[in-house]
């Protein structure tokens, strides 16, 4: 008499150490149960693990972790960023103070592209689409007085991140904020510059350099740091498909690698400090199924292109 396979347990379930479903962690606006992670029936096949696999598993097609939002809510923040540092920092407070749990910093064109407010090149774009930052001073007054040792800070920075990163961490420091304990992302995706934002200002050899020297320092001294944020967002604004925008960001995101292979770095000690950016149209099921795609394919990148050895490595960590 043939037995019946029974269905691979997730993670969420072998960390309780039960083998039937997890119980409802909540209710639909329609108030119906909600379960920490969908499992598949008791009599799916077995290789369910090997087709579509658990979130919190590798290569990670249902999520990075095992419960996912069920389980803890992504960071709520909000981009912002007025036309001076202090108008900024206030803004900084308000959102704070109304629930917001990290902060994320819009910077104006100059800052962008490396110029300082009272350069000729800079007049008519100071502040305009975000706060302007030209010294340290400046970076004082943009998070004054807020716990730089307790949120976490999303700076949309590309060509200038190392200057920007290098002003946070001394600002940090010189109240006694230990750079090991700063969290945060710089976005520090040069490449995707050139062919769908263009705020650029060197050419394509010496800006990888700059965006390699700052995962190389951030995997050193700012663990905790996002050193890079791969974007796809902006290539799906500049015209891409759903396809065309994973397919053009992993490339991306291969193209950092291997030049940190070149550089003789560790791929388990930086893979775990690169996340992504992606978009999110109006195409529900389009999108789920893009998002599971690129996980599930910078999972099998980073295991047998790039050989790396550690689960989180494999993980494509994103917002959208």
Not at 116 to 141: F, H, K, N, Q
Not at 186 to 202: G, H, M, P
Not at 290 to 297: C, G, H, N, V
Request: charged content about 25%; hydrophobic content about 40%; proline content about 6%.
């Amino acid at each position: 008499m043939a037995t019946r396979k029974k269905r691979p347990r997730s993670p969420a379930e072998r960390e309780q150490g039960r083998s039937a479903p997890l119980t409802a962690s909540g209710k639909t606006g329609s108030d119906l149960p909600l379960d920490v992670v969908l499992t598949p029936p008791h009599h799916s096949p077995a290789d369910f693990a090997a087709t579509l696999g658990f979130p919190g598993e590798p290569p990670f097609t249902r999520g990075a972790r095992a419960t996912m939002y069920r389980g803890r809510l992504w960071t709520m923040r909000q981009y912002a960023g007025f036309g001076t540092a202090k108008e900024t920092n206030r803004r900084f407070r308000y959102l704070l103070e109304h629930g917001n749990e990290g902060l994320s910093v819009a910077f104006d064109l100059p800052t962008q592209m490396g110029y300082d407010s009272d350069a000729p090149l800079a007049r008519g774009e100071v502040g305009r689409v975000g706060v302007a930052i030209s010294t340290i001073e400046d970076m004082g007054r943009l998070f004054d007085g807020l716990p730089l040792d307790r949120v976490s800070t999303s700076m949309t920075i590309n060509a200038t991140a190392p200057i920007l990163l290098a002003l946070y961490i001394a600002v940090a420091e010189g109240r006694g904020v230990r750079r090991e304990a700063l969290r945060g992302t710089v976005q520090n995706d040069i490449l995707k510059e050139y062919v769908a934002r263009s705020t650029y200002i060197y050419p394509p050899g010496p800006s990888m350099r700059l965006a390699l020297d700052v995962i190389e320092f951030c995997s050193h001294e700012v663990p905790r740091w996002n050193a890079i944020s791969v974007s796809g967002y902006h290539i799906r604004e500049a015209g891409a498909t759903a396809v065309q925008e994973i397919g053009f960001t992993l490339a991306n995101g291969i193209a950092y690698l291997d030049e940190a292979v070149a550089r003789g770095l560790d791929v388990d000690a930086i893979a775990p400090q690169i996340s992504f950016f992606f978009n999110a149209h109006i195409d529900l099921l389009e999108e789920v199924a893009k998002f599971r795609a690129a996980r599930r394919l910078w999972g099998t990148i980073m295991r047998d292109r790039f050989h790396a050895k550690q689960a989180e490595s494999m993980a494509l960590r994103f917002h959208a």
